[in-house]
């Protein structure tokens, strides 16, 4: 079922090794659901790891919601280009994405750097917690930052070597099945019939969908599990898949899907395509198309 240990690609990083890499880049990826516009912002204020720079989720690592996107579509390319040259990120350095949260809001940007192309993003297992707890201080001094030189980029989001997956997409696969969906979100907002108005206002699932929650991939530290039970995890979501390249990974807004993307990478199953919509965009567009429950006994 599982591809051999050669074809794996490594994503998380141990805090030991992140401090052994030569030239790398620190991003602070702090960001949190209930207070978006300003958690980040605050805890980077302070303190974080030495000489890292700030993303912020709602501004760089998204654009504006519209009517008929999900909570946290993709920027503009040319945007986000702007600023990663602006904070001198390059493809050829280390980069080394980190967060309060196990990581799960640091894939966003892991998967957007992978889609343009960067050689060596990972993300910090542990997190923030996970550097402190290794005895790694924190400061509140600017980061020296040379702006960055220009280089080729793919011309959109959709062309890059990341897979994407559209909404148009997903009504098709509603009736064609070309892909088996997973969703990454908690259990709760998967099963249950009565979600509140916020996040989303509608509850279930993609019809089909089987449910591989982010946060069962994580110790109480916020570590990842050990291998065996993570690939546990993902054998139940794959359904028996032969490769995770024939799914679509989802979540609430394409953030957090990110993180089992590259877990499943990391185990050598392939790439999964990753529908940056995800159910914020779903159950707005077509809020009479869900499941709830498990779909085996619905």
């Known amino acids: 079922f599982f591809r051999p240990r050669s ?6 990083i141990s805090v030991s090794a992140a401090t052994a890499l030569k030239n790398s880049k620190f991003v602070d990826c702090r960001w949190s659901l209930k207070e978006p516009e300003t958690y980040g912002p605050a805890e980077f204020a302070k303190g974080r790891i030495p000489n890292s720079i700030f993303v912020d989720m ?11 996107s999900g909570r946290h579509p993709l920027p503009p390319l040319s945007n986000f280009i702007g600023w990663l040259k602006s904070k001198g990120l390059q493809k ?36 923030i917690q996970a550097w402190q707890k290794a005895g790694g201080t924190l400061d509140t001094k600017d980061a020296t930052i040379v702006t ?31 892909v088996h969906v997973v969703d990454s979100r908690p259990a709760p907002r998967y099963n249950s019939k009565e979600e509140p108005t916020w996040p989303d206002p509608v509850a ?8 591989w929650p982010v946060p069962s991939n994580l110790t109480e530290d916020k570590l990842l599990r050990p291998e065996p ?24 807004s394409g953030v ?43």
């Open 204 to 211: 279930g699932h993609y019809p089909g969908a089987l449910n």
């Open 148 to 178: 960055a030189n220009d280089e080729d980029f793919p011309e959109s989001w959709e062309t890059g070597f990341m897979p994407v997956f559209s909404v148009e997409q997903m009504v098709s696969n509603l009736t064609q099945s070309n």
């Open 7 to 12: 074809t794996m690609r490594r994503n998380f």
């Open 256 to 298: 957090t899907a990110c993180f089992n993307i590259a877990v499943a990478e990391q185990l050598g199953l392939g790439v999964p395509r990753l529908y940056v919509g995800s159910w914020s965009q779903w159950c707005k567009v077509h809020p009479t198309k869900v499941q709830y429950g498990n779909p085996a006994e619905v």
């Open 58 to 68: 709602e501004r760089d690592l998204a654009a504006q919601p519209t009517p008929e």
């Open 229 to 252: 039970e993570l690939r546990a995890l993902a054998e139940a979501a794959l359904c028996a898949k032969s490769s995770a390249n024939d799914t679509v990974f989802h979540c609430g």
């Open 92 to 127: 050829n350095e280390p980069i080394v994405c980190y967060d309060d949260a196990g990581g799960s809001c640091a894939a966003r940007l892991w998967w957007m750097l992978r889609c343009l192309g960067f050689q060596e993003p990972t993300i910090l297992e542990g997190g």
